[in-house]
């Protein structure tokens, strides 16, 4: 071929390729950004009742130690360890035999007395008839009228002493003082007890119902009565409690606040709380470590913010972004109390109607031009559009 018919050649070839190549280079015009669409919660007041969780320990209503009134030995131990027993249940049998005879000889005595009484009786009835009749000297009715007061007094004096041996036979019966659940048993058939000794024979616990002891500090028990007094909380109703175990389980029923103390405790600085629950399967038992939670107010226009909307500073101060009038992400510093739910509490930072972001917060910055949607709403970025943006 020609070197003229070789160019003529690629001059047609580089004619042709030109617009593809300039279409090639052309670039697409830059996408058009509207304003960051974010889910906003919109804040409302309600009233909402207060509740503290406070640490507490279980303790029997009621508690009684077993012991002794008279020295013997033990003959028989009647009652199963662990096991619930009725006020008055016979728990062990004292030897009574020497009781028994003691009582047997305070019958005979008091029966002599009263022989002895009925004659000075006698004695004295006819002395008086014979002193009317000078028979005898006044001096002689009156040493039988006498004798016939101490033997009135003689017979008392034994039917005393009758009913004391009779207590102390009686005590040889050692019966449960309270109904309750009794623990095991530290003395065996066989064993000498004194009167009032101090070791107890066992104990009994009344278990149901069952006391819940709490301690809350004097400073959130004062800030709550303070609230209380300025009409920012109402009084609770019932005081009812609610009951957390140690395993993390709930306590299936509730109980009720009894009373506060009216000390603080100087090394704490905590206030004694007590409430009492029903325990009649015997779940709760003394000494358990249980966290109670205590309704202690209403809140009548409280204010609660999403816990996914509230943010902490590098102060560890609560902060939200929330969208103003002008649909402009705004920081708010806030001021929160406890948390209710999935939800804080918001004291201070918050109005009614105030629109909480709480969707799209990793995106927006304060100052930022905002589109709101209700939270839940915003629908979810196509799969791969991450991607396909960075390329």
């Given at each position: ?157 034994q039917k005393a002493a009758l ?35 101090t070791d107890a024979l066992t ?189």
């Amino acid at each position: 071929m020609s070197s003229n018919l070789r160019g003529a050649v690629m001059a047609c070839l580089v004619l042709a390729v030109a617009p593809s190549l300039q279409g090639c280079g052309r670039r697409p015009p830059p996408p058009s950004f509207g304003p960051l669409e974010v889910g906003v919660v919109t804040v409302e007041s309600q009233p909402v009742t207060l509740q503290t969780e406070l640490p507490g320990r279980t303790n029997p209503l009621a508690i009684s130690d077993v012991r002794p009134q008279v020295s013997g030995v033990i003959k028989a131990r009647l009652f199963t360890e662990g096991s619930n027993v009725k006020a008055g249940q016979v728990l062990y049998q004292i030897d009574p035999a020497p009781y028994r005879a003691a009582y047997d000889q305070a019958v005979a005595q008091l029966a002599s007395a009263q022989a002895n009484l009925a004659t000075a009786k006698l004695k004295a009835d006819r002395y008086a008839d014979l002193v009317k009749i000078n028979a005898i000297s006044h001096q002689d009715a009156d040493d039988a009228k006498a004798a016939y007061g101490q033997a009135a007094a003689a017979v008392a004096q034994q039917k005393a002493a009758l009913e004391a041996a009779k207590i102390n036979l009686d005590y040889t019966r050692v019966t449960a003082p309270i109904a309750g659940r009794i623990g095991r048993s530290t003395y065996t058939q066989g064993a000498l007890v004194t009167a009032s000794q101090t070791d107890a024979l066992t104990t009994v616990q009344k278990l149901d119902p069952i006391y819940v002891d709490i301690s809350q500090s004097a400073t959130d028990l004062l800030a709550l009565r303070r609230s209380i007094a300025a009409g920012q909380v109402g009084q609770a109703g019932a005081a009812e409690v609610s009951l957390k175990l140690e395993d993390g389980s709930s306590y299936p029923l509730k109980g009720r606040l009894e009373f506060a103390d009216v000390t603080v405790d100087q090394t704490t600085g905590a206030v004694d709380l007590r409430a009492i629950f029903p325990n009649p399967k015997g779940e709760l038992l003394p000494g358990m470590y249980v966290r109670a939670v205590v309704d202690q107010g209403v809140a009548k226009a409280a204010i609660l913010a999403p816990q996914q909307g509230v943010s902490h500073d590098a102060k560890g101060d609560a902060t939200a972004m929330v969208v103003n009038a002008q649909g402009v992400a705004e920081l708010r510093p806030l001021k929160t109390g406890q948390a209710i739910g999935d939800k804080w509490l918001v004291t201070d930072g918050l109005q009614p109607g105030d629109k909480l972001i709480t969707e799209g917060l990793l995106k927006v910055q304060p100052g930022m031009p905002v589109h709101a949607v209700p939270a839940g709403s915003a629908p979810a970025p196509p799969p791969g559009a991450g991607g396909a943006a960075a390329r």
